[in-house]
């Protein structure tokens, strides 16, 4: 049942009927199946290809949320020093969440319409000391993307211990190596590039800090702790869901079937076009300057003459459905999803002749 003949939202996305299949099966209890334990190590493999990392990432039951409280509940403790390094709305969460958890928390605040500058992260690490830096890759809300390995050479440099990346809606779509980027904890939803539903939270874990969660203890469902040793001992903290491990499985397999870098290269050449098709319109692109956008969603200013209300109502009535915004983004700009089977050329040049169409 999807309503919209053009959905064009930055995430869930479109799911591919393959993934549907694979999960619309009946399967039996996982907790005490050889099958389940090789499916679940499959699929770490496939993702530890599409994430760039020599260590199998943990595989949780619960929306991409649940990596992000779960990493930093799992590795920081009260009085811990943490740096957030944000362009919006995802990059200040983690300032709040580590504020929450008793960390003594600096935001390091590049405003919404700039990516992060390394120069400047490396100024506050020298000042600061933090024993941890976050940052976000795809900063969904606005469409920025942050040069995070850049970012993590820094952090390497300053002997920083842990570097949390949220690569949700980038990886897949943008290139990042988990390890090159010298991340330590490097989150990953999959509803956005994979095109799976949205009810696992993926994390590459560093050896680093793996020793992190180890000394921290943190016990609770999102708690990384028990996914370290998961396979060897087979035994996970809750009964996983075979249907939704079965669903990503095929997701991956249908990435690197097309081949990586040919899916960045898609994502690439779809971004460009939607943000022509836009300014051929009139509209004006959020954040101004083009090199900071990522590949995955473009955001545009809502134009002149007419509200965000209206504009939503139109194109629904036309069946697109697009991004909204949030914060201080509400209302002011809205966002195209060209992400995973979104990055489609037909499809973004329908949609985007159904905006040309609506707009006053
Ligand atoms: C989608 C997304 C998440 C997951 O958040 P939801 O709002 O629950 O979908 C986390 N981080 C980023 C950058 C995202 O785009």
Redesign the pocket.
């Known amino acids: 049942m999807q309503p919209y003949r053009l959905p064009l939202v930055?995430?869930?996305v479109r799911v591919p009927a393959d993934v549907l299949a694979a999960r619309g099966q009946d399967y039996p209890s996982p907790d005490q199946e050889e099958a389940f334990f090789t499916l679940y190590q499959r699929t770490q493999q496939r993702l530890q290809t599409i994430m760039g990392t020599a260590h199998p990432p943990a595989i949780m039951l619960g929306?991409?949320?649940v990596v992000?409280w779960g990493a930093m509940k799992s590795c920081i403790v009260p009085g811990d020093r943490v740096l957030a390094v944000s362009t919006g709305l995802?990059g200040e969460g983690f300032a709040d969440m580590a504020r929450g958890l008793g960390a003594e928390v600096r935001l390091l605040d590049f405003g919404d319409d700039e990516a992060a500058d390394p120069h400047r992260v490396a100024a506050e690490v020298r000042a600061f000391r933090p024993r941890m830096v976050t940052a976000?890759?795809?900063?969904?809300?606005s469409g920025v993307l942050n040069p995070v390995a850049e970012i993590g050479a820094v952090l390497d440099r300053h002997g920083v211990e842990l570097y949390l990346v949220?690569?949700?809606?980038?990886i897949g779509g943008a290139p990042l190596s988990v390890d090159e980027g010298r991340i330590d904890l490097c989150?990953l939803?999959t509803?956005?590039c994979l095109s799976a539903p949205?009810d696992l939270g993926i994390v590459a874990v560093s050896s680093r800090a793996w020793e992190a969660v180890e000394r921290a203890g943190y016990a609770g469902y999102d708690a990384l702790g028990p996914f370290r040793d998961a396979v060897a001992k087979a035994y996970f903290p809750y009964t996983h869901s075979w249907h939704a491990m079965a669903g990503l499985d095929v997701a991956c397999r249908l990435l690197l079937e097309e081949g990586l870098e040919a899916a960045q290269a898609r994502h690439g050449r779809v971004a460009a076009l939607c943000r022509r098709l836009g300014r051929e319109m009139g509209l004006e692109l959020f954040p101004r300057h083009e090199g900071a956008s990522s590949p995955t969603v473009t955001a545009f200013l809502v134009p002149q003459g007419i509200d965000w209300a209206t504009l939503q109502r139109r194109l629904r009535d036309r069946g697109l459905v697009v991004g909204g915004n949030y914060g201080r983004l509400a209302g002011k700009v809205f966002r195209v999803g060209h992400m995973g089977t979104q990055a489609d050329e037909a499809l973004v040049t329908e949609a985007m002749g159904v905006i040309a169409d609506v707009l006053p």
């Open positions: 930055p995430g869930p929306e991409a949320m992000l995802f976000v890759h795809c900063e969904t809300p949220d690569a949700v809606a980038s989150l939803g509803q956005k949205p």
